[in-house]
């Protein structure tokens, strides 16, 4: 079993689905709907097989907004997702360049030889990008 995709309801579907094909070099799926709901939607995938499926639904709301990582994750439900990448620095500067606000700047991480940082993104859900040499957990 593996994790298939991360579902995001956004504000801007257009909007956000640009950024993060932007952001990460992803692709745009084709659009989906699901009328009944007033829903509509699209994968931003990358070559990787990592997706994100950006979700909008009129009306939606927030319902909270963390502008800390101890904030995030005072709240219970999901608070960010993680990204394992090679060079956290680099990404993180890039991602803050393209509209990310940074949370927690580039920093060793808690896991021995490790780097971590936090952005948020234009619409303020939290990105963690992470370098971790062994399997999560180890």
């Not at 699209?42 to 639904?57: H, P, Q, T």
Request: hydrophobic share 45%; proline share 7%.
């Amino acid at each position: 079993m593996h994790f298939d995709h991360v579902g995001l309801s956004v504000n801007d579907l257009d909007g956000m689905a640009e950024w993060y094909a932007n952001a990460f070099g992803w692709k745009i799926t084709v659009g989906f709907e699901v009328p009944p709901i007033q829903l509509t939607g699209k994968f931003v995938v990358g070559e990787d097989g990592v997706a994100i499926e950006l979700l909008k639904r009129e009306g939606s709301v927030r319902p909270v907004s963390f502008d800390s990582v101890p904030t995030m994750a005072g709240n219970q439900g999901y608070g960010h997702i993680a990204l394992r990448v090679a060079d956290v620095d680099a990404l993180h500067d890039r991602l803050v360049s393209l509209g990310a606000t940074s949370i927690m700047s580039p920093r060793p991480a808690p896991v021995a030889d490790s780097r971590m940082a936090y952005v948020a993104d234009p619409e303020g859900n939290f990105i963690e990008l992470l370098t971790r040499k062994g399997p999560v957990g180890a």
